[in-house]
């Protein structure tokens, strides 16, 4: 195991967080933020940081990382090179919700480049055994459930291309003309339908409480951001309604990540996996 930098919190100041762990900016260096892991998370910071390297090298724009460390109090994170100045297309679209259609655009445009580059498949996880791992260590699916979810993973068609695993739109972020995906420890490679179920979960399935919580803002500015990602990302030619259809299994089928951070069952999403369950 890679032999953390030890550090001290003093040098830092916390300015976000998330299911995982939380986010400082370096006091004396203006360059250097910090994603910190909460108590007891060793080898996903490391896991993390592997993966992170790996993608920084494609090109794929993502903050460069930097080292692994460790605080005085035993977690383990990762320093980045920090983007002064940035704002995620969440934040950005809740502060300016006018705007909307044209956040939902760019980040539509991210995705379709994301989406298009081909990986070495012998470097990254296939999104479709990664799902299926979670679907087996998945406390909340009865037997009969998770033959059925595992018959719909595997049916799906394979592609080379790279995959966010984690892509809603407040990891994705941008300062200027200049944007950037964050958050990349579930990256892999698969079908872009798994990456894109995230996009619709995080505006249409997710409930108003929570989306004003994570995403700061109401849930119709969220729906508006979906219906304007749709054409950008599918074209003019898919409609909203086909777009819902073929996303939403995709959408549920997310809740295996959610549950997987949470650590309880998440009922809301299950009536997007009506079309596999029923």
């Known amino acids: ?19 995982n762990g939380e986010s400082y900016d370096c006091i004396s260096d203006p360059n250097v933020m910090l994603k910190l892991y909460f108590p007891g998370k060793i080898q996903q910071p490391l896991d993390e940081m ?92 009865t037997p009969e459930e998770k033959e059925k979810l595992a018959k719909f993973i595997v049916s799906v068609p394979d592609e080379d291309t790279a995959i966010h695993g984690d892509l809603q739109y407040s990891n994705a972020i941008f300062v200027g003309d200049k944007r950037y995906f964050i958050d990349l420890g579930d990256f892999c490679y698969g079908n ?46 898919m409609s909203l309604e086909e777009a819902e259809k073929l996303i939403q299994p995709y959408a549920g089928l997310k809740t295996l990540i959610v549950e997987r951070d949470t650590k309880r069952p998440m009922p809301e999403f299950r009536p997007s996996l009506d079309s596999i369950l029923k």
């Open 192 to 237: 872009h339908l798994f990456d894109v179920g995230m996009v619709y979960l995080c505006t249409y399935l997710s409930e108003e409480a929570f989306i004003k919580e994570t995403f700061h803002m109401d849930k119709a500015t969220a729906m508006k951001f979906w219906d304007a990602f749709v054409p950008e990302y599918f074209g003019p030619q």
């Open 1 to 19: 195991m890679m032999k953390p930098i030890k550090i001290s919190l003093d040098d830092y100041v916390l300015f976000g967080g998330g299911a």
């Open 50 to 141: 592997a993966v992170a390297r790996k993608v920084y090298d494609l090109g794929i724009p993502t903050p460069e990382p930097g080292e692994y460390v460790e605080t005085e109090d035993g977690r383990f994170g990762i320093r980045f090179r920090r983007i002064p100045g940035k704002v995620s297309y969440s934040r950005a679209t809740g502060d300016h919700p006018e705007k909307v259609k044209q956040y939902a655009t760019e980040f539509a445009d991210m995705c379709r480049e994301l989406h298009s580059v081909h990986v070495d498949t012998t470097q990254f996880e296939n999104v479709k055994d990664r799902y299926l791992r979670l679907l087996k260590e998945n406390p909340f699916f």
